[in-house]
């Protein structure tokens, strides 16, 4: 008596099937006429009989009697006695427990979730709080007195929970290694596990086996080699023995969910790596000075090593800005050149906003700039007259102990008047040699807004008096590479002059020509030894992350007599999984519609 199962073109894969001696619906089978076409008819169902064995199974053996116990050697005086006590000395079993516990709520789905949470949020603080800010502007933006943030948030409290520097705080690296150590769990326990049963398999030796699988079909009157040709059309793997066949294919479906979790571990590791052996620092450096890498970088943790970088010496040659039309600035960019510690150029290249510098395993942005200097030279007053300007009483003989320098060091030299200087009868020639006045920033004071591009600087032209009165001299703004603002002692305006336009001024008798305006750049350094890891990380999360939608689908066959018995599964699509799978089994010709041809 035959057990008639699922029909050709019905529901393959499913739920594990109930047992096979239970009766079962009706079912339909396909049935090849003489004319060769196709036809479906009702197929009589009939319980299957247990095809493991026709006998009944033998009684099962009865457990052997245990040996009589061994006589209890006597005790010994001052022996220990055994107890409780013993027995919890060293309990293994007891550690192994505690292991798997631990194990297995890190594994936790919901334990993972709750950890990238809080991970997220703290992500967000630090990008809602400015980071690693001076201590002047936390309190100047979250004051301890008036209206708080949050109504509770201070300076105090910002500072004694870390929120001012969130992503290298302790806490942040705890949140990161309990996610990096729930991925290795769920990859250890659940993952690994099941890419490893995915590979081993077995033939099914009976219907009853391959109802372990789900709902077999039956083929009536086919061959199982057409089975395994139909099946290695569609690019399964296909093996066969014996009347068995086992087929599958997308097994990296199965690998790809550890890809997953192996590349997240590797950005994990990237981003702890970077915290604690990265170095960084910044340095502002005028156009025309160099400075050794080395010394503007700090170590972020003891376990940071020196990068080959931080041994080269970083020239400034040119630094420039480009402007919109209404004044605003487009782009800086920084001419710079490195060289060993030999004085060896190594690399030369202009750097820009988005545009590093790379070099030893350090890295330099461009992100900000300033003003250094004022450079000037100094002409005899009538050559300035033409310039309009400020006629002081003194003129230049109350000139400032640095003008008195300079007359000195052109009589000394015998320096040639400067260009548009007559050189006046009884008066020293003034050097053509330029000198810098540095300049400082405003911003913050004085009114000047925070973030303001200002710069000042003031020419002495006498000594401060006793009665501490400001001396009298020369003041002079910049807010840019082009031009200068030049004011009197009284705070008047003088005029204006463009960098390099050889056009001199007189302001307090003193003849000045702007020669040009220094500027700085502003770079910041940095040393990631985990950003290639983190870049390895995230590329393999995008390929492993496609792979891992691969469909892993299996396919066991067992040849009975003229019958073919199917059954299958997939992990994903299992619709068109049941689709393809149908449209195999249809294509499956049967041994009587052959012979008869």
């Not at 220990?80 to 079993?93: F, K, L, Q, S, V």
């Not at 943030?149 to 929970?161: K, M, N, Q, S, T």
């Not at 199965?254 to 620092?281: C, M, N, Q």
């Not at 008096?465 to 705070?491: H, V």
Request: overall charge positive; glycine content about 14%.
């Amino acid at each position: 008596m035959r057990a008639a199962l699922a029909p050709r073109g019905g529901r393959v894969a499913g739920p594990l099937a109930r047992p096979l001696a239970r009766p079962c619906a009706a079912r339909r089978a396909i049935v090849v006429g003489a004319s060769g076409k196709q036809r479906r008819q009702p197929l009589s169902v009939q319980p299957a009989p247990d095809v493991s064995s026709s006998s009944a199974p033998p009684p099962a053996p009865q457990p052997a009697a245990p040996p009589p116990l061994a006589a209890r050697p006597p005790e010994q005086p001052g022996a220990a006695p055994a107890g409780p006590g013993a027995a919890a000395a060293a309990p293994p079993g007891l550690v192994r427990l505690a292991w798997r516990r631990l194990v297995r709520e890190l594994s936790s789905l919901p334990r993972a979730i709750a950890i990238m949470a809080a991970i997220t949020a703290l992500s967000a603080l630090g990008t809602v709080i400015p980071q690693n800010k001076p201590l002047a502007y936390y309190v100047a933006n979250y004051p301890d007195d008036g209206e708080r943030v949050l109504g509770f948030l201070d300076y105090h409290a910002l500072l004694g929970l870390g929120l001012d520097h969130i992503y290298s705080a302790w806490y942040f690296y705890a949140a990161i290694a309990l996610l990096g150590a729930s991925l290795a769990a769920c990859t250890a326990t659940t993952q690994w596990p099941a890419a490893k049963v995915a590979r081993r398999w077995r033939f099914a030796d009976s219907p009853r086996a391959l109802s372990r699988h789900g709902t077999p079909a039956v083929l009536p009157r086919a061959a199982l080699g057409d089975l395994a040709a139909g099946l290695a059309a569609r690019s399964y793997q296909v093996f066969s023995q014996g009347g068995r066949l086992y087929a599958f294919k997308g097994l990296a479906g199965r690998l790809g969910p550890i890809g997953v979790h192996a590349a997240l571990l590797l950005v994990l590791g990237g981003t702890a790596y970077s915290g604690f052996g990265g170095w960084k620092g910044t340095a502002m450096v005028p156009e025309g000075q160099e400075f050794v890498v080395g010394d503007a970088l700090r170590p972020a943790s003891a376990l940071a090593t020196t990068p080959g970088g931080a041994r080269t010496v970083l020239q400034v040659n040119r630094f420039s800005i480009d402007t919109r039309p209404d004044g605003s600035v487009a782009q800086f960019y920084s001419d710079l050149t490195l060289r060993d510690a030999g004085g060896q150029q190594l690399l030369r290249k202009t750097i820009s906003v988005n545009d590093p510098f790379r070099w030893g395993g350090v890295t330099m942005y461009q992100t900000d700039w300033s003003l250094a200097a004022l450079t000037l030279r100094l002409v005899e007053p009538e050559a300035a007259g033409a310039g309009g300007g400020s006629g002081g009483a003194g003129g230049a003989a109350a000139a400032s102990a640095l003008l008195e320098q300079l007359q000195g060091e052109a009589a000394a030299q015998g320096a040639q008047p400067a260009p548009g200087g007559g050189g006046a009868p009884g008066r020293p020639r003034l050097p053509a040699r330029a000198f810098n006045l540095p300049l400082a920033s405003l911003e913050g004071k004085g009114g000047v807004a925070e973030g303001a591009k200002l710069y000042a600087t003031f020419l002495p032209l006498e000594p401060p008096g006793d009665d501490g009165r400001p001396p009298r001299g020369i003041s002079m703004l910049a807010r840019d590479l082009e031009t200068a603002t030049f004011y009197d002692s009284k705070g008047q305006f003088v005029g204006v002059r463009r960098a390099g336009s050889g056009k001199p001024i007189e302001v307090e008798g003193v003849g000045l020509v702007l020669e040009r305006i220094v500027g700085s750049t502003g770079l910041e350094i940095k040393s990631d030894p985990g950003v290639p890891l983190v870049y390895a990380g995230f590329g393999g999360l995008m390929i492993t992350t496609l792979i891992s939608y691969v469909s892993h689908s299996q396919v066991w066959a067992l040849q009975q007599g003229g019958d073919v018995y199917v059954v299958g599964r997939s992990n994903r699509s299992k619709v068109l999984f049941n689709n393809e799978l149908d449209a195999v089994l249809d294509a499956v010709p049967e041994a009587g519609a052959e012979r008869g041809a």
